[in-house]
């Protein structure tokens, strides 16, 4: 999988400071794995040899044991087909045959004398001891999935030699019984781990239920004192503009300093940021551990952090040190910061959750987020794609669920730089956890009720989570759970001890569909609904003010489909008579209803996943369009379910987990664009959406209607005065369309255009017959397309399509890239739109970037009726 080298390069710029002046070791190399039941030796002995793996399979790190088993070849790749059926799962096996030692052999240079060494391992799922050169180093065995690890190894150590490092990991010790339900039978939910491992209904049960050292393991070098968990709060008081001179900003800093020696040690903790510092001299006593919080430091004119759409992603290198008289840096921690302040306020008029940054209200466009790999293959550059796709699909936040874990740093890292505000869930869910009644669970609700068995170890867990993510200033809210609240007594430790203690800045909801977040008026669960809706009700039908869930489908295209069905189960659903191939149903496909025949009946599967690009932007365009239209009036934000899949799932999602986008992406990103200008398909009402700070005066909205001839029909134009922050309707096209005498008209455009007439936002909107259907689709003639490609940097390419006039609409055209010899699709590649149309006489440019290679590239272009043209990048 290829990524952009520029973004490579903005991550190797943003991951080198916390490298601590070169004084971190990955061990991110030289795995060895072997299940424990066929190793002899115990931990020690294991520990203690050299040589002598004989049998032993590489292994993955960060990893699991089932993607150490598929990278060596022993399981079949689970997301192709129905493969997963073909790998045990470990509700029938037994908890021991996924049961693996992992083994690290590496040479680690000498320590200066009276330096430390600290070994980290910052997740392990589930249980685990560990060992290093015949040393045991955790008294009693690791326990949970959310809690990191740390062990001074400088005596156990053979500094300038050769180490080994043995891990004997041990799976949850409930699995799960996979059933079919939400979570299987919710016995996952006993372990203070992720829930959707045992099944949901969009992933089927991951069968080692990701047994292993899932995050990453380094060694730390530092002298007598270890700085960590530092803590940096911005404060942003009064009202703020993006690119105006700023008032001051104040930063709060504190930190732990531990001193593993048998000495007192003095020292000084400095915070520096731009040239600014601010210190104080520390005590810290022998085999002791001290807060230490620093005097506030005042920046003048900051630079701000905003959300995407409303402002630039600011972001400050800054540095705390503790320095010791004589010997200089002990420890050093490089802290990304973002100066912002995200606050939340009830809004009376919608009976919902505000939320504003910097002063300024926001209005909430966002995605659920499950988790970027279902086996839990992370990486910067995956998290950068992702994250990217969502700042393109112009999102302002991502919630993350419940069901899976608090995101990585380099996570909420991507969302820094792209402006997308988290809201975190902790680890619970309604389904596990005995919201509701539900055949398919073990035990009854107030048993689940009670879940996790182990409440200490969810608290402890959650202490150190939120230690680990709470400098980032993408990070904006807390959740308790997916729809339900933690037992009394852990939420109560979030609530009232937790964060208000470790962080004290973010608002926190108690469950995601609280009515403290959003006020269920209209019953229900308060979210929803999950599939196909008729375009009509995104607009006229009020849901809940601040819906936390509510999507559609998301079936890529064939070239998608074609990734893991195999050929035999290429074949298009037949929702009339409710005929799905079980392979479809295995991934979960969920229905078109009739919204696919609408276009016509596919004739084969590549015609039905090419008609159903036509419902996924259309669907998406209108789910935020409505959202907009209503804005500050019935609503104050939405959160899709969901923009992405963690494997190879058929619903809800803009791209593939291959990374390929589909029309849901893009139809989102006109629907949800800052300016943007919409028309309401019941009352004809043209709007205009504007979620910045910005007015815009003196525009000229142009309104024209198209035949299936491409014939161009001016229906009217008026100059509009746009206020920030508002959504506001100007006129109805209703009456001007399909009048008696007139054309059928296949399409309406919609425009707006500043004063030197450049065009800053445009909709294209096909318009259904009386029976809502689109057979003027269908009578469109070839449009005469001419596409030209030029290369303008490297990995970026200008992609124009120009349409001659006196022709019809050159109607949904996808741009890729290809191999230019295999025509294969490079991903990920990010285009500035796609799915996109021309009317007769005008043209439009794609821009998009890529990874450039070895291979020849081409751009492949082909449309409702446009022939697939192939155009060679040179």
Known sequence: MKFPSVYLLLLLIISAPVAHAQRLYDLDKAWKARRASEVQEDGIALSRATGGLTGWIPARVPGTVLTTLLENGLVPDPFYGMNNERIPDIYKTGNAHYTYWFVNDFNYPA??????????????????????NGEKLNARPHNGMFL????????????????????????????????????????????????????????QPVRDRNTGIWDKVWIEQTKSVNLKNPHVVTHVPGKRFPGEKQEPARINVSAELENPTAAKVTGKLTYTLEGQTVSQTVTVGPKQTVTVTLPVLTVSNPKLWWPNGYGAQHLYTSSLQFTEPGKGVSDEEKITVGVREVRTAWNAHTRSREVSVNGQKIFIKGGNWIISDAMLRFSDARYDAEIRFHRDMNLNLIRVWGGALIERPEFFAACDRYGLLVMQDFWMSGDCNGRWVDPMKAEDQWTRRNYPDDHNLFIASAEDQIKMVRNHPSLAMWCGGNEITPPADILSALRDDLLPRLDGTRWFAEYSNTDSMSYNSIGGNGDGPYGIQNIRTFWEDRTFPFNSEVGSVGVGDAVSLERFLPEVNRVAPDEPNRRIDSVWQYHKYIGYDSSVYRYGKPKDMADFANKAQLVNYDQYRALMEGFSAHMWDWYTG?????????????????????????????GLRKGSEPLHVMCNPVTGMVMVANNTFVPYNDLM???????????????????????????????????????PGQPKDVFLSLQLLDVKKNVVSENLYWLPDAKGSYPGLNQLAAAPLKTTVKRVGPGQVAVTLKNPAGGAVAFFNRVSLVDLNTKKRLLPVFYTDNYVSVVPGEERTVVLEYTPGDVPVAVTVSGWNVKEQVVAVD
């Open 111 to 132: 320590l200066a004398g009276g330096d430390q060494a600290w070994l980290h391992l910052r997740g392990v799922n589930y249980r685990c001891d560990v060992f290093l």
């Open 638 to 666: 939405t959160i899709i379910w969901k923009t992405q899949n963690p494997w190879t799932a058929l619903r809800g999602q803009m791209y593939d987990y291959y990374l390929d986008p589909n029309a849901c992406l893009y």
């Open 148 to 203: 990191r690890q740390v062990y001074n190894i400088t005596k156990a150590l053979r500094p300038g030699g050769a180490n080994r490092l043995a891990v004997i990991v041990h799976p949850a010790d409930v699995a799960g019984n996979p059933n079919g339900g939400q979570g299987g039978d919710g016995t996952i939910a006993k372990n203070v781990a992720h829930q959707y491992v045992a099944g949901w209904d969009w992933i």
């Open 701 to 739: 909205l142009v309104v024209k209607a198209y035949d299936v001839a491409g014939k161009e029909r001016l229906l009217t134009q008026v100059f509009v005065t746009v206020e920030p922050t508002d959504a506001k309707k100007y006129l109805s096209v209703k009456g001007y369309l399909n009048q």
